[in-house]
Structures are given as structure tokens and as C-alpha cells.
């Protein structure tokens, strides 16, 4: 990634052939070390790009193509980009899966000269930016994590099913974690995980299985060398990174875990040229303490993203009352992942449960949160070297924040004893530096700049040296008006003006009119001509030299001192990095807390009553984002249903483990069904839920398929694709788990879908055994609810009047008779004749009908066997599972002899 830059005169000729500009000679130096980016070089104020470099920009970025020069006798393409606006095109450019190496000049002009009138100015790369490695505020969201993740596939294992490392780092918070699942559960990892970038070793990244999970993920897929994913580094790594012999006090990582972490630290580092993140503790994440959502379920019920891809209309959209971009990403990660430890989920309930009793407090808590700025961030951009005086300034009020929101917990806490969560919150608040935010608090000026490089940003009276060369150097412009009065004054031209610019430093301008006075005696001996322009001429003086000598100096000893001051101010930040993050967690959490607390009372949710057994049981349950909409664009309110079930784990339970749903399109079935899997996942991530009352034994997996959808890219119909997740749900979904399955089989003939509807909800009730929702349109399933003994009917109530339907959105207990499709048509506003003709054909279609109803099917069909003896189905041989366990390529020799008696054992069993 380092480039020579030798001046033109040092290069061999093989390095600079004839026709190739010192300039151009180092540029293709540079670009042949990073081939697979776009290089922003950078030559004054622009970041320029030739070649295909530039072709690709401006098609990308909508800007002019334009020529420079020629190179082989062609011309050559170039373009460029302001480098103020340069997070713009940088936004762009990676939001359609570019890579951009940034280019900087890494002397001074002025340096180069030295070297000879011809030298090239040194230049380097000393960033790859990439859709996982932003930490500029203008290309992030304020309110979403960013994480980079590397996937690693674990070499080999007794298991069928491959088993995939996974460690995430978002490098703009310093946040680091680890993971370990299965292949079936990778996409809802990933899902859970939404990384902007994933990182994979050549072999996983050439799998197209793979390729397709990244791609549905969102994420750009990057294929990195296999040598990046060393275990024995990826430890020693993180042990040095975080100063400690040992990792036990942070989890017990595995070896694929490992490998996965030095993947993405090996990754970060080379893409941000040797710079080191911030880095937290890693947190090991493990499968079973959190809720499995695979990938479809959070599609469908719409956790972080609605359907239109919009974090409007989301579940996050509707329960996020936080005030700080911290805590949204807080409670982002908490909806996201929510949990299956009891004690845990307890431990959150309690403290939202607390601050939602204290509305004062709560009220108090919110104002001081909101002065606390994005402390993670700016301390990021800090360890990076990219940080800006308003950084150090958010540091000090975020340090300023936590001490008055520690202040007022624990005087809470006096008074009235707080729960375990909030005062280990109000315990690390405390511990912020008081010190740091002492040297910042005395050494930053109230008004600070955008930029290090404009100065300005030193309290005036921190330092007696700086204070001199300011004075130096504002005072110069009373002694430039000064002489300005004097030259206008001596020559009688009261038009003439000493002006400034980049080229020329200081001189005098007349106009054109008034020249000739200047180039005559005795003026000519005073002002020296400089430039001629078409409406004005120029001059210089002696004195106007010396001048700009004199405040040119002054100028840069100053900001090299506040640069100083920077620097100091910044080391003390870094070296408080810990205590620092820490209160940055607290204030997110606190945050999120806060905020849970806020909605529980705005929108009158409920503690849930959360423990290990296997009730479901849910009084007047609302969706709370139809609710929210309601309320909003109808001032109506949301008709609360209950729903009462109970899993195969807990037989003394007289509640049904699956209700069947039937009714017409538009009751709102799917609302219902939507509603208590919603409130599942709140009430599992620590939220207070949408209810009356909830009594909600801990769920192990959650799944919901709902909807139609198809996936013509992969030649999958809107049918297969319904199949493909019905599979996933019955394959893997136990006797905790919480299931929502609407309108199976309906993308078939009538006799297949309702064949294996009857089979699916059967398989739920005697196999899999979890609490099931089960809407369907097929009347003939009710029936089920007299053969299986925890099946029981349910339908959502509408009232006919007038030849007209009334939905009354209630749900109760029982099956409906009718689907009521033609009156939903009516409202949907097809033609009369056509709904004329419908309910013409349809009472001809029920007299010929020749489907059984569903008392006839009461005791006709033998029970589904799968619960007492399943039916084997076709696997593979032993060898064959062996055979496809082994990873070759990430064998060690004495792994792979071992392999290899291993299958010779398997073929003489065989034998």
C-alpha cells in the first residue's frame, strides 16, 4: 500500500518512460498498488482521477470528463472532485459498491522544491474507504451501527452442517463482537447483523451459496487472502490490542472465532494504513441467549426495516422515543437481538419499569441526555487521527452530561433505591474523566471550527506565546489599512486597494486608468509592477513584503502551537479511553431505557410477566405500529384481541399450543397473527408490550411467514419460495419455539395446498409441538381442531347488513363459514358486473362442489404419524455426511491423516 515517490530525476527509466510525466509517472505508481480502488489523488484543492479511474467517476458520480495531457499517445481521461465536498462524492461512490484509495500529499511544496524545480510533491495513500470502514459523520447514519464483519467457515467438524465464525467490528463506535451459528441460521445472522461490508476468504467468498446470503444481506462481499484468518494471530492480536495476557475475562472464544477476529483486524488495519481503531472489549455473542429470527421472519414482520426498505413504518419507527443517536443505535442492537435469559430480560423490565413509575425523574434524565453529544464517534475519529476540535468538544460535554445524569440517578437511588441496571448505568457515569473534561473545559474556546487546520480553536488566555502571535497577526490588518491610506494618499488615487491572494501574497491594485501615474517618477522607485489584467494592474512595495513575511510567520507559529495544544489535548482523551467508553455505553443504555419508559407511558404498554414456562397468554394485545397509524391518520383507536396459548413443554397448561384462524381477507388475521410475534420480540429485548396484560413463557426461535413474495433471480415462484421457508420452519422450530404461519399452500391447486396445509399444522401439533398461529382461507382444517387435542379455532368477527360487511376486528373463539372474497372485491372497487358475474359463478361452483366438508373430514383421515413414529427420510450415507464436513483447504497435515482413517473406518463399517 506504500508508494515510492522518488522526484523525476532518481527514476529508472523503466519507471518513467519518455512521454511519462514525473506527476503522471507517480500516480501509476500508486494506482498499480491499488489496483481494485479508486484513487482520490490529490493535487491541491481537488482530488483528481484519470484513466478508467476517472471514466468510472464521472459516470458514477455525474461529473465532466475531461482530458489531460497524453500517456502512450492517447489521451488522457481525467476528473476531479473540491476536497471540502469530497464526503459527497465519497457517499456515492460507496453506496454502489466502489472502493476509494485517498491519496494525500504527505510534504509541503515548499519541500519538494528543495529537492529540485522539478520534483514531484511525496504523495500516499493513507485510507482505502470501503462501505465497512467509514467513520466521517456525513457518511454514516447518526442512528444505525455500521459493522464490518468477517465470515469464517470452521474447517471441519463432527456435525453435518457446517458451522460459520463470525466477528463484527464497527469502527466508528470501536464496538466488537463474536459469534458462532450454524449454516441454516447464517442468513438470520446476518440479517440480525445488517453489516455494510463482510469479509471472506477466497474459497467462502468463490461459493455462490454464499455469495447469494451476502447479497440478500445487503452487504458488499470482499474477498480477502486465507493467511488474514489466523487463529494464533487473531488472539495475539486482540490481547495486545487490549493490553491483557489473557481473554477468559471477555469470553470464551473459539478457534474459528479467533480466526474470524483476525480476519477483520488484519482487514482494518491495511485499509487504514497502519492507523489502529478504537477498540471495546469484545463481547461473545452466544446462540442460545439470544432469539433466532431467521432472516424471512424480520422481513416479514418488519424489526428495523419496512418492507419498502425504510426505517419508517418499522417496529423500531414506532418504539423509538430516544434522544441521542447512541441510544437509537442501543436500542436497535436490543430489538435486533433480543433475549432468552430470563434474568436478564427481568433486569431491563425492571429499569424501564422504574423510570416509567418517575415521570419527573424520567422527564430530568431525557433533558440532560439531550446535551450529551455521539461520545463513541468522536472518540473513534480521535484514535484514528481524524479527529476535529468539535470532537474534543463533545468529549467535554459528554463528560459534563454523564456526571449530571450520575448525580441525578443516584439521588434517585437514595431516595428510593434503584434497580441493578440503573445503578450500574449511574456508577459508570460517574467515573468520567473529571479531569479530561478539565484541561478541555480550559483550553477549548466556546466557538470551535469544523476544522483542525483552520485554527481558532484555543481559549484566548491558555497560552501567553499564542496570544502574541495572534496579536501579531491580527494586528497586521490595522497596519495593511494604514498603508493603504498612506500609498492612496502619496500617489492622489483614492481608488487604489492593497489586496491579497494566494500567487502574488500582498500588493497594491489601481485600475488600468490610474496605472500610469504609478509607473512614473518618483512613484516607480516605491511600487514595483507586478501583474496586468484587463481592468486593473498591480504592484508590489518593500514594505507590503516584509509585511506579509512578518504575518505569514506569525500565522503559522500560531496554529502550529494550537496543533500542539491539539495534540496534547487529544493524548489525554486516549488515555482515558476506557473509563471514557464505558460512560459512552452507560449514556446509550440509559438512553434506550429512558426512551422504553417514555413509550410505555405515551402509548400505555404494559410490563409482560416473563419467565421459563411455556404460556402465552396475551390480554387485549395491540400492533403497535397499525395502532400508532391509526391514532395518527384516523384518531381511532386499535380493537385489542386476546390470545391465550400454551407449547408442548408445559402439558399441565388446558390452552391450546395452535389456534387456526379463519375468516375473511381485511378482518385483520394477519394483524392478529403479526401482533403477538411482535410482542414476543419486544417483551424479550426488555420492552414493555402492547397489551392489557402478557404472560410470556421465554420463546427459543421465533418464526413468521407470512405474505407472498417470489425470487425470480434464483427461479423461485412466489409458491417455492412459501415452501422453502415452511420447510425451514418445520425443520427446525422446537417445542419453545413461537410460530406464524399465514395462509399456507395457497399459491397451488386447492387439493395440493389444502393437502399440505393439513400436513404442515399437524406436524406443528404433533412434532414440533410450539405455540402456532395458523391463519388459512381453507375451511376444511377446522376440522383439525376435533381430531388434535391442542388445536383450537379461532376467526375474526364481521356483521352483514345491508348485503354489506362490517369488520369488527375481534377475534373469538370458533371457525368462520364464509371467506367473504367477493364483498372484499366489491371494496376494492372492481366493476358490478364482474362482481355480479363472480357471485353468479361462485353459487354454481358450491353445487358442484365435490370438496368434503369439514365435518366429513372429522374421521375420515388417519392421524398424521410423524409425532410417534416420523417417517425416515432420505439422507445421505455416513460418508457422504463425513465427506461434506471436511474442509480441505483449512486441514493441517496431521488433521488430514486423521481424516482419512476416519473414512477408511466408515467404508469397512459400510462393508
Known amino acids: 500500500?506504500?508508494?515510492?515517490?522518488?522526484?523525476?530525476?532518481?527514476?529508472?527509466?523503466?519507471?518513467?518512460?519518455?512521454?511519462?510525466?514525473?506527476?503522471?509517472?507517480?500516480?501509476?505508481?500508486?494506482?498499480?498498488?491499488?489496483?481494485?480502488?479508486l484513487l482520490f489523488y490529490r493535487m491541491g484543492d481537488f482530488y483528481e482521477m484519470f484513466f478508467e479511474d476517472a471514466s468510472v467517476a464521472s459516470r458514477a458520480l455525474g461529473i465532466a470528463l475531461t482530458k489531460r495531457g497524453k500517456h502512450l499517445g492517447e489521451d488522457i481521461p481525467m476528473c476531479g472532485v473540491p476536497v471540502h465536498a469530497a464526503d459527497d462524492y465519497l457517499q456515492k461512490l460507496i453506496s454502489l459498491g466502489l472502493r476509494v484509495a485517498v491519496c494525500e500529499q504527505t510534504e509541503d511544496p515548499a519541500e519538494a522544491k528543495k529537492r529540485g524545480s522539478k520534483a514531484v510533491v511525496r504523495r500516499d495513500v493513507v485510507r482505502l474507504v470501503t462501505p465497512g470502514t467509514l467513520t466521517e459523520e456525513s457518511l454514516l447514519d447518526a442512528r444505525a451501527h455500521n459493522f464490518l464483519t468477517a465470515l469464517f467457515r470452521e474447517p471441519h467438524g463432527e456435525a453435518a452442517e457446517p458451522r460459520f465464525a463470525l466477528a463484527s467490528i464497527d469502527i466508528s463506535t470501536g464496538e466488537l463482537i463474536a459469534a458462532?451459528?450454524?449454516?441454516?441460521?447464517?442468513?438470520?445472522?446476518?440479517?440480525?447483523?445488517?453489516?455494510?461490508?463482510?469479509?471472506?476468504?477466497?474459497?467462502?467468498?468463490?461459493?455462490?451459496?454464499?455469495?447469494?446470503?451476502?447479497?440478500?444481506?445487503?452487504?458488499?462481499?470482499?474477498?480477502?487472502?486465507?493467511?488474514?484468518?489466523?487463529?494464533?494471530?487473531?488472539?495475539?492480536?486482540?490481547k495486545d490490542r487490549l493490553g491483557v495476557a489473557a481473554l477468559d475475562a471477555f469470553g470464551d472464544f473459539s478457534r474459528a472465532e479467533l480466526a474470524a477476529l483476525a480476519g477483520l483486524l488484519t482487514y482494518v488495519e491495511l485499509t487504514q494504513v497502519g492507523r489502529a481503531p478504537l477498540l471495546?472489549?469484545?463481547?461473545?455473542?452466544?446462540?442460545?441467549?439470544?432469539?433466532?429470527?431467521?432472516?424471512?421472519?424480520?422481513?416479514?414482520?418488519?424489526?428495523?426495516?419496512?418492507?419498502?426498505?425504510?426505517?419508517?413504518?418499522?417496529?423500531?419507527?414506532?418504539?423509538?422515543?430516544?434522544?441521542t443517536a447512541a441510544g437509537a443505535r442501543e436500542l436497535t442492537n436490543r430489538l435486533s437481538s433480543p433475549l432468552t435469559d430470563g434474568a436478564m430480560v427481568n433486569a431491563r423490565l425492571d429499569a424501564?419499569?422504574?423510570?416509567?413509575?418517575?415521570?419527573?425523574?424520567?422527564?430530568?434524565?431525557?433533558?440532560?441526555?439531550?446535551?450529551?453529544?455521539?461520545?463513541?464517534?468522536?472518540?473513534?475519529?480521535?484514535?484514528?487521527?481524524?479527529?476535529?476540535?468539535?470532537?474534543?468538544?463533545?468529549?467535554?460535554?459528554?463528560?459534563?452530561?454523564?456526571?449530571e445524569l450520575a448525580v441525578r440517578l443516584l439521588g434517585a437511588g437514595e431516595a428510593l433505591g434503584l434497580p441493578r441496571e440503573l445503578m450500574g448505568i449511574a456508577e459508570r457515569l460517574a467515573?468520567?474523566?473529571?479531569?479530561?473534561?478539565?484541561?478541555?473545559?480550559?483550553?477549548?474556546?466556546?466557538?470551535?471550527?469544523?476544522?483542525?487546520?483552520?485554527?481558532?480553536?484555543?481559549?484566548?488566555?491558555?497560552?501567553?506565546?499564542?496570544?502574541?502571535?495572534?496579536?501579531?497577526?491580527d494586528g497586521s490588518r490595522k497596519v495593511i489599512a494604514g498603508l493603504q491610506a498612506t500609498y492612496a494618499e502619496a500617489a492622489g488615487i483614492k481608488s487604489l486597494k492593497v489586496r491579497?491572494?494566494?500567487?502574488?501574497?500582498?500588493?497594491?491594485?489601481?485600475?488600468?486608468?490610474?496605472?500610469?501615474?504609478?509607473?512614473a517618477t518618483p512613484h516607480t522607485e516605491k511600487f514595483i509592477h507586478r501583474q496586468t489584467l484587463a481592468n486593473a494592474v498591480r504592484f508590489s512595495t518593500t514594505e507590503l513584503a516584509e509585511l506579509e513575511s512578518r504575518i505569514t510567520s506569525a500565522a503559522e507559529r500560531a496554529l502550529a502551537l494550537e496543533l500542539e495544544v491539539f495534540a496534547k489535548l487529544t493524548g489525554e482523551v486516549m488515555d482515558a479511553e476506557r473509563s471514557l467508553s464505558s460512560a459512552s455505553a452507560a449514556l446509550a443504555e440509559l438512553d434506550s431505557y429512558a426512551g422504553l419508559a417514555e413509550l410505555a407511558v405515551e402509548q400505555r404498554h404494559v410490563r409482560p410477566r416473563v419467565d421459563d414456562s411455556a404460556v402465552f397468554?396475551?390480554?387485549?394485545?395491540?400492533?403497535?405500529?397499525?395502532?400508532?397509524?391509526?391514532?395518527?391518520?384516523?384518531?381511532?383507536?386499535?380493537?385489542?384481541?386476546?390470545?391465550?396459548?400454551?407449547?408442548?413443554?408445559?402439558?399441565?397448561?388446558?390452552?391450546?399450543?395452535?389456534?387456526?384462524?379463519?375468516?375473511?381477507?381485511?378482518?385483520?388475521?394477519?394483524?392478529?397473527?403479526?401482533?403477538?410475534?411482535?410482542?414476543?420480540?419486544?417483551a424479550q429485548a426488555g420492552a414493555f408490550v402492547p397489551a392489557k396484560a402478557a404472560h410470556i413463557g421465554l420463546v427459543d426461535r421465533l418464526f413468521s411467514r407470512v405474505g407472498a413474495a417470489d425470487d425470480l433471480a434464483r427461479g423461485r415462484s412466489t409458491f417455492m419460495v412459501?415452501?422453502?421457508?415452511?420447510?425451514?420452519?418445520?425443520?427446525?422450530?422446537?417445542?419453545?419455539?413461537?410460530?406464524?404461519?399465514?395462509?399456507?399452500?395457497?399459491?397451488?391447486?386447492?387439493?395440493?395446498?389444502?393437502?399440505?396445509?393439513?400436513?404442515a399444522l399437524e406436524y406443528l401439533h404433533e412434532v414440533n409441538r410450539s405455540r402456532v398461529l395458523f391463519a388459512t382461507h381453507y375451511h376444511e382444517l377446522t376440522a383439525l381442531a376435533d381430531r388434535l387435542p391442542h388445536v383450537a379455532n379461532a376467526t375474526v368477527e364481521v356483521k352483514e347488513w345491508r348485503e354489506e360487511i362490517v369488520f369488527l376486528y375481534r377475534v373469538k373463539m370458533g371457525a368462520a363459514d364464509r371467506s367473504y372474497g367477493i364483498h372484499v372485491a366489491k371494496l376494492a372497487g372492481l366493476p358490478a358486473s364482474v362482481l355480479d358475474r363472480a357471485g353468479a359463478v361462485l353459487a354454481e361452483l358450491e353445487k358442484a362442489d365435490g370438496r368434503p366438508k369439514p365435518a366429513d373430514l372429522a374421521g375420515d383421515l388417519p392421524l398424521f404419524q410423524a409425532a410417534a413414529a416420523p417417517r425416515p427420510e432420505t439422507s445421505p450415507s455416513k460418508l457422504k455426511e463425513a465427506l461434506r464436513s471436511y474442509s480441505p483447504d483449512g486441514m493441517t497435515p496431521k488433521e488430514a491423516i486423521e481424516a482419512l482413517y476416519r473414512l477408511k473406518a466408515l467404508v469397512e463399517d459400510d462393508a
Open 1 to 37: 500500500m506504500k508508494s515510492d515517490t522518488a522526484d523525476e530525476k532518481t527514476r529508472s527509466p523503466s519507471r518513467a518512460p519518455d512521454g511519462v510525466t514525473p506527476m503522471m509517472a507517480q500516480f501509476l505508481e500508486i494506482k498499480a498498488a491499488n489496483a481494485d480502488s
Open 180 to 238: 458462532t451459528c450454524r449454516l441454516t441460521d447464517l442468513p438470520g445472522e446476518l440479517a440480525r447483523i445488517r453489516p455494510g461490508e463482510l469479509l471472506a476468504g477466497e474459497d467462502l467468498a468463490d461459493d455462490d451459496a454464499i455469495r447469494n446470503l451476502v447479497k440478500d444481506a445487503g452487504a458488499a462481499l470482499t474477498s480477502c487472502p486465507r493467511a488474514h484468518f489466523d487463529s494464533t494471530r487473531g488472539e495475539r492480536a486482540l
Open 280 to 323: 471495546r472489549p469484545p463481547r461473545k455473542e452466544s446462540a442460545d441467549r439470544l432469539l433466532l429470527i431467521d432472516a424471512a421472519t424480520r422481513v416479514n414482520l418488519e424489526l428495523v426495516r419496512s418492507n419498502q426498505g425504510t426505517r419508517a413504518g418499522s417496529l423500531l419507527a414506532a418504539i423509538d422515543r430516544t434522544v
Open 352 to 403: 424501564v419499569g422504574y423510570l416509567a413509575d418517575e415521570p419527573r425523574l424520567r422527564q430530568d434524565l431525557r433533558d440532560a441526555l439531550k446535551t450529551a453529544p455521539d461520545l463513541a464517534r468522536a472518540l473513534a475519529r480521535l484514535a484514528f487521527g481524524r479527529g476535529t476540535p468539535r470532537d474534543l468538544g463533545a468529549v467535554n460535554a459528554a463528560i459534563g452530561a454523564a456526571h
Open 431 to 473: 467515573q468520567a474523566p473529571s479531569e479530561v473534561a478539565a484541561s478541555l473545559s480550559a483550553a477549548l474556546a466556546d466557538d470551535l471550527p469544523v476544522n483542525t487546520r483552520d485554527g481558532g480553536f484555543v481559549r484566548s488566555g491558555f497560552d501567553s506565546d499564542l496570544d502574541e502571535l495572534r496579536a501579531l497577526r
Open 500 to 519: 491579497h491572494n494566494n500567487v502574488l501574497g500582498y500588493f497594491v491594485e489601481v485600475t488600468a486608468l490610474h496605472a500610469p501615474t504609478l509607473m
Open 617 to 682: 397468554a396475551i390480554e387485549e394485545g395491540r400492533h403497535p405500529m397499525v395502532e400508532q397509524t391509526l391514532r395518527r391518520e384516523q384518531s381511532a383507536d386499535f380493537i385489542g384481541n386476546d390470545c391465550n396459548l400454551c407449547g408442548g413443554v408445559d402439558d399441565g397448561n388446558d390452552a391450546p399450543s395452535a389456534l387456526l384462524v379463519t375468516g375473511p381477507n381485511m378482518g385483520g388475521k394477519s394483524t392478529f397473527l403479526r401482533q403477538n410475534a411482535l410482542i414476543v420480540v419486544l
Open 722 to 759: 412459501e415452501m422453502v421457508e415452511t420447510a425451514a420452519i418445520l425443520n427446525q422450530a422446537t417445542p419453545r419455539s413461537f410460530v406464524v404461519l399465514d395462509e399456507i399452500g395457497r399459491g397451488t391447486a386447492t387439493f395440493d395446498g389444502l393437502s399440505i396445509a393439513w400436513a
